[in-house]
Every structure is written in C-alpha cells, then in structure tokens.
C-alpha cells in the first residue's frame, strides 16, 4: 500500500487546512486509517484514526480537528480549523492492515502566529 499525502501549508493563527491521503489500490483490505504528527524536536504523536468503528481524536485537537474517510477513493482527509502555532508539523498518514501499518511520506504544515 502506498500512501499519498497533501495538502499542507503556511496557515496564519486561527487559519484553517484540509490534508488529504490517498493510498493506493492493492488488493489489501485496509481496516483503520489515521493522521500523526511530529513536531520539530518532539516524539511523533496520534492525531486522529478513523475505522468502521469510528473516529479518534488526541484531546489538543478535539472539537478542532475532524477526520473523514471516503472508501470508494481509499483516501482519508482531516479538516483543521482554530489552528495554532503548536499544531506546527509534519503530517503523516498511515493505513493499516492485518499484516503490516503503511505510512506516508508526510506533509508540513506551518501555523505562524
């Protein structure tokens, strides 16, 4: 599975971004699809997964962020508004599987105050 992300950007405080991640079609079922990021000096963290069951959310983006997924294009989006100067990072997305999670190659995205 390979993972496609775009969509980020230079965004002014309170500004708002759409990213999106398309993964290609491979004939592996993908079960849970999700957004992290990493910012510059700190450890990778979850942003938001989106399956069958539904969506999660890390709390520094709840009632902010929204994830959606469009299965009949493979690809998973998250909406961003209020942003803030500690949303600041590289953006990855990642699809899992039964046998293995993909990632993307990743998207910054740069909130100036």
């Known amino acids: 599975v390979q993972l496609q992300a775009s969509g980020g950007g230079l965004v002014l405080t309170g500004g708002s971004l759409t990213l999106s991640c398309q993964a290609s079609?491979?004939?592996?079922?993908?079960?849970?699809m999700g957004w992290y990021r990493r910012a510059p000096g700190k450890e990778r963290e979850l942003v938001a997964t989106i399956s069958d069951y539904g969506s999660n959310y890390a709390d520094s983006v709840k009632g902010r962020f929204t994830i959606s997924r469009d299965k009949a294009k493979n690809t998973i989006y998250l909406q961003m508004i209020s942003l803030k100067p500690e949303d600041t990072a590289v953006y990855f997305c990642n699809a899992n599987t039964a046998l293995k999670t993909f990632w993307g190659q990743g998207t910054q995205v740069t909130v100036s105050s």
């Open positions: 079609k491979s004939g592996v079922s993908i079960y849970a």
